[in-house]
């Protein structure tokens, strides 16, 4: 059985509900078929305790790969399927006011690190009705950038993070689940591939 490891955060901001944990806890109930072992976490919106709880994933799970959820306050209902993590460039405080030493990830860490999922033939395969899905490089230098350089950092590339918007009436958590699990199974193919 491959352990795959998912991740939402907890509330900030005026976002009182996190889209992104809602999807999470939708998706495990779905499931990924039988052979995947699928574990959820809630991270809070706080730099550093996020980072502890992605280094104690990946030193003492090890999973297969682990894949982060975030929410995108933009207006826009789009899922995101982000590229790249990057080092630099954290300057905004988080939920407890507080931003990064260097406003940097891992100190001497690369500028950045690619997921050794490729999102762009994955975005080519994958489509979800009722929803637009767009291919970025760049997660925001907030909390969902840092925990996904974090991730991939520790976790050698294996991780992947997914942006999604918040909930609506048109994008219920159910509607994000579902989507999520379509994104899943199109990337465990591709990672069944890259393996063969």
Known sequence: NHLSFFSGFGPFRQYLVNSSWEAVK???????????DLRIMQLPVVYQKAKEQVC?????????????VGLASS?????I????????????????????????CVLDGPEKI????????L?????????DIILSRDAGRYICDYTYYTSLYYGKGRAAFIHVPPLSESVTAEFLGKALQTIMLA?????GEQRE
């Open 26 to 36: 939708e998706l495990s109930k779905r499931g990924l078929g039988e052979n995947i």
């Open 56 to 68: 104690k994933i990946w030193t003492t799970l090890q999973p297969l790969f682990t894949v982060h």
């Open 75 to 79: 207006t826009a209902a789009l899922i």
């Open 81 to 104: 399927l982000e590229q790249c993590g990057k080092n630099k460039g954290y300057q905004e405080r988080d939920a407890c006011g507080f931003h990064p030493e260097g406003a940097c």
């Open 114 to 121: 690619e997921s050794t999922i490729n999102m762009k033939t």
């Open 123 to 131: 975005w080519k395969k994958v489509s979800v009705e009722g929803i």
């Open 187 to 191: 990337m465990l193919e591709q990672c």
